[in-house]
T-cell receptor, first 108, second 112 residues
Framework: GIQVEQSPPDLILQEGANSTLRCNFS?????LQWFHQNPWGQLINLFY???GTKQNGRLSATTVATERYSLLYISSSQTTDSGVYFC??????????FGKGTKLTVNP | NAGVTQTPKFQVLKTGQSMTLQCAQD?????MSWYRQDPGMGLRLIHY???????DQGEVPNGYNVSRSTTEDFPLRLLSAAPSQTSVYFC???????????FGDGTRLSIL
């Protein structure tokens, strides 16, 4: 099945810094989503982005489907951005496959 | 709208006991799925359903049963709980498998 790799596994930032999280996948995809799991365990859908670029406030995402990767950009990070960021993809099947996540810690 | 509702939020079981984790959504979503989350493993798909009366296996289906008698509900059954099933369980729903997924708040399950 399709493989998903996220990098880096851990990231520590000072408040106000920018960051880029990466998601590589092994096959063509019909569906790619970025999620944020907050410290209380809730999973929040950030972007549905099988291709192209989207922006939502300080967050933006780009998926280059032909090169099988997606990037999540966080600008001017805040302590509330802390948590784990997951990339999830769906290839030819009906199953969504998650990466292992990037744990982000933003210090004040 | 309540979105995706999971009950209970916490549960402790003894090995061999059975139980059902409940999941309900009020968004008229056809696609529903169950995941488990273990430390360092991300989320792994247990079972999913593309509509009422239709279910299929995910990546880690062993030890779990599901059924989908209505569009709104998708319960997950543990027939004989084992310590290896200690995990956090998430239910999700969407209009279709290619559409944005909406997650419940999870059920934290411990099996002693």
């Amino acid at each position: 099945g399709i493989q998903v790799e996220q990098s880096p596994p851990d990231l520590i930032l000072q408040e106000g810094a920018n960051s880029t999280l990466r998601c590589n996948f092994s096959d063509s995809v019909n569906n790619l989503q970025w999620f944020h799991q907050n410290p209380w365990g809730q999973l929040i859908n950030l972007f549905y982005i099988p291709s192209g670029t989207k922006q939502n406030g300080r967050l933006s995402a780009t998926t280059v489907a032909t090169e099988r990767y997606s990037l999540l950009y966080i600008s001017s990070s805040q302590t509330t951005d802390s948590g784990v960021y997951f990339c999830a993809v769906q290839g030819g099947s009906e199953k969504l496959v998650f990466g292992k996540g990037t744990k982000l810690t933003v210090n004040p | 709208n309540a979105g995706v509702t999971q009950t209970p939020k916490f549960q402790v079981l003894k090995t061999g006991q059975s139980m059902t984790l409940q999941c309900a959504q009020d968004m008229n979503h056809e696609y529903m799925s169950w995941y488990r989350q273990d430390p360092g493993m991300g989320l792994r798909l247990i079972h999913y359903s593309v509509g009422a009366g239709i279910t299929d296996q995910g990546e880690v289906p062993n030890g779990y049963n599901v059924s989908r008698s209505t569009t709104e509900d998708f319960p997950l059954r543990l027939l004989s709980a084992a310590p290896s099933q200690t995990s956090v369980y998430f239910c999700a729903s969407s209009y279709g498998p290619n559409q944005p997924q909406h997650f419940g708040d999870g059920t934290r399950l411990s099996i002693l």
